[in-house]
Structure formats: structure tokens, C-alpha cells
């Protein structure tokens, strides 16, 4: 073999290495974007952040811009403008929002300001806190340059007042009364990114913070596991710190699904332990893992949530549960 002949070989191998490699990279890194969020209101949320996933928009911005949806529309009688007052006609909104870094945001019992998602997310990138709450949440809000708007609207007060009459609370959640929507994405890069955003339960006490703006409770994120995000009452959510444990049984290996329903198994069997009623409580997880898998169970039927996938129709699913 002359020195022609031999240069002709090695350059020809070393030309072919970078396409082989470009060819195995791709065909191992295949990520298919989705958009999961709790209750039927989640079927326009979701496809509202798929929309701009499609666009290439990142999980944060896509999900931030479908929660807000929701915040926005007087109609939805539980989070955002228009949601139900507590017991002394006051609604107080709370959220938080994680990406896949582990960047963090929340904000609790804020009066006077819609889009509380967006409020959680300044916290995260314009503060060096990760929470808070109130008035100071309100006036940070103020500087920021939120809108100030009464969240009473008038089917809110007449529901108001009409509690008045016995002022019973009746911590009751389902369809009715379904107090949270919990939105979680995996985009284009597969990045994940969630928020959560409530006025929580209708004429709750004065200064109750139920579990959605808790990070590890309400939403959690781990960009190389997966994502979860809960509704339901606050208060059980809180006890096992349910989003993160999801979360850390998809990390032992379990499904979406299988995660989830392990989550509501343990809020389970801590009403056992403690001999408390469970009559009409409910609680319901979501889950996304890195692969775009997804998962969803509830303790009693009628909790659904919603599921947008790339190219796919929005499905709205009646998740299972461990009651009948």
C-alpha cells in the first residue's frame, strides 16, 4: 500500500465516525413533548402550552401561559379571579411554579392580583426567596407591575352570602369544587417544568394555606426523574408531602401511574392510623416521567385530568381510585 492509498482509507473512516455518531444520538434522544393538568379545565390549559411547545417554547413558558388561562376566567369558580372567598369574603390566591433546575417560586394567600403563577414565577427569578406571603406578596406584586383587580366577582359574593346563612365549611372536593389545577410539561429538550395555582378551599379559614403553593407537597419537579402535581385536600397532601414522594417512587423505578396510586395508598393509610373520617375527601395525583409517560389516580372516583401530546388529541381521562 503506497502513502496515497493508506490516506485515502484513514480519511474516508474518519469522515464516516461523526455521521455514525449523529445517527446513534438521534435515534437514542427521541423526546415526545406532553402536557398534563388536573381536572377538565386542563384540557384548554394543556393545549394552550403545547400550542407553544410546538413553537418551540420551553416547559416554563408554555405551562405558565396555560395556567393562566384558567386564572383568568371568572367562570372557574376555584382559582384566579372569580375563585371562592373564605369564610370572611376574602379571596386570597396562592401558587407556586419549579423548572428542571430546581428553580423555585410560591406565593400564598395573596389578595388582589389574577395571575398568581406569574407571581410565583418573579419570585423565583426576580428575588433571592423562594416564598411569600400576604401583603408582602401583594405589594412585590405592586413593584412588579401587576395588575391590582377585585377577585369578587359577583357570583362569588352571592355564594358568600348565601354560606353566611349556616356558615358551614364542608371541606367537600370534586367536580364542584375542584380547588386547583396543577399543570406539568416536558418540552421539546425534555425539560420539565410545573405550576400549581388555587384559591384554595371555598370559605376556608382566614389565613388557611392548603398545599399548592408547597413545593414538595402540592408540585415537584426533578429534571431527570419526572414531575407531579396534586389537588384535593391540602391538608392530606401536606401530611406525606405527596408530589415529591411520586416523584421519589418514579426515582426507585415505578411507572407515573404506579407512583401516583402508591402516593394515595400512604395518605390512606395515614387516615387509618389516625382513625380520621375520610367521608368526602378527596385527593388526586398527576405525573409525568422523563420519557413522556404519564399517570394519574385519586383516592374516590370523579377526579379527571387532561392529557396533550404532540401531534395527538387532548385527552380528558376519569382517573382510577383506591375508593369507591
Known amino acids: 500500500m503506497n502513502r496515497n492509498d493508506f490516506l485515502k482509507i ?144 359577583p357570583d362569588s359574593e352571592n355564594e358568600w352570602n348565601k354560606w353566611l346563612e349556616k356558615s358551614e365549611y364542608n371541606p367537600h ?17 425534555g425539560h420539565l417544568a410545573g405550576f400549581c395555582t388555587t384559591s384554595g378551599m371555598g370559605f376556608k379559614m382566614r389565613g388557611r394555606v392548603g398545599d399548592s403553593p408547597i413545593i414538595g407537597a402540592g408540585l415537584y419537579v426533578d429534571g431527570d426523574i419526572g414531575a407531579a402535581t396534586a389537588t384535593g385536600h391540602g391538608e392530606e397532601v401536606i401530611r406525606v408531602v405527596g408530589s415529591y414522594r411520586v416523584v421519589a417512587e418514579m426515582a ?21 392510623r389516625r382513625n380520621a373520617s375520610m367521608k368526602d375527601t378527596q385527593i388526586g395525583f398527576i405525573a409525568i416521567n422523563k420519557k413522556g409517560d404519564v399517570g394519574g389516580f385519586s383516592m374516590r372516583p370523579g377526579f379527571q385530568y387532561a392529557v396533550n401530546k404532540l401531534g395527538k388529541e387532548p385527552q380528558l381521562i376519569d382517573a382510577n381510585s383506591l375508593l369507591s
Request: aromatic share 4%; glycine share 8%; net charge negative.
Open 10 to 153: 484513514i480519511t474516508g473512516a474518519t469522515a464516516a465516525i461523526p455521521f455514525l455518531s449523529f445517527g446513534r444520538k438521534n435515534n437514542s434522544s427521541i423526546i415526545e413533548p406532553v402536557s398534563i393538568a388536573t381536572w377538565r379545565f386542563g384540557v384548554k390549559t394543556t393545549a394552550r402550552a403545547m400550542d407553544l411547545i410546538k413553537e418551540g417554547a420551553s416547559a416554563l413558558d408554555a405551562t405558565e401561559a396555560g395556567v393562566k388561562i384558567c386564572e383568568a376566567d371568572p367562570n372557574e369558580r376555584s382559582v384566579g379571579l372569580g375563585g371562592r372567598p373564605d369564610r370572611d369574603g376574602k379571596v386570597t390566591l396562592d401558587a407556586c411554579c419549579m423548572d428542571h433546575l430546581g428553580n423555585i417560586g410560591s406565593v400564598a394567600a395573596v389578595e388582589d392580583i389574577v395571575h398568581v403563577s406569574s407571581l410565583a414565577r418573579a419570585v423565583m427569578e426576580r428575588t433571592p426567596h423562594v416564598m411569600l406571603v400576604g401583603d408582602g406578596a401583594r405589594q412585590f406584586a405592586i413593584e412588579m407591575g401587576f395588575d391590582i383587580t377585585n377577585l369578587m366577582v
Open 173 to 189: 372536593v370534586n367536580v364542584e369544587n375542584h380547588d386547583t389545577i396543577g399543570q406539568i410539561s416536558l418540552d421539546r429538550k
Open 252 to 272: 426507585r423505578g415505578l411507572s407515573p401511574q404506579i407512583a401516583c396510586e402508591e402516593a394515595v395508598r400512604k395518605i390512606h393509610q395515614f387516615f387509618i
